[in-house]
């Protein structure tokens, strides 16, 4: 049977909204379950699909640390997560889980 070539597949490219950022947030928010790691990697996600270097600046962050702390291999300080996110034109906030 022939190989069949693939390639890696990268969110970051499938992200062109602001919208579609604000709902791969969410979802990840969602998906994990108490792992900042995972958080950390999807914003990481969504900054490089806007543009490492301007994120960077606008968080007032470095483009290294921000590298660094979206990797998903560390958990950013939540100082760091507020940044970004306001960095990237999105709103964090909170609401009452509804248990039944």
Known sequence: MPKIPTTR??????LRTPEEMA???EA???EA????AIVAKALGNITRAKGMTQVAHDAGLSRESLYKA??????PS???????????????HA???LKG
């Open 9 to 14: 597949y990268d969110v970051a490219e499938h």
């Open 23 to 25: 709902a791969y947030l």
């Open 28 to 30: 990840s928010l969602e």
């Open 33 to 36: 379950n108490g792992n900042a």
């Open 70 to 75: 979206l990797s998903g291999e560390r958990v």
């Open 78 to 92: 939540f100082d760091t997560v507020l940044k970004v996110i306001r960095a990237l034109g999105l709103r964090f």
């Open 95 to 97: 609401e009452p889980v």
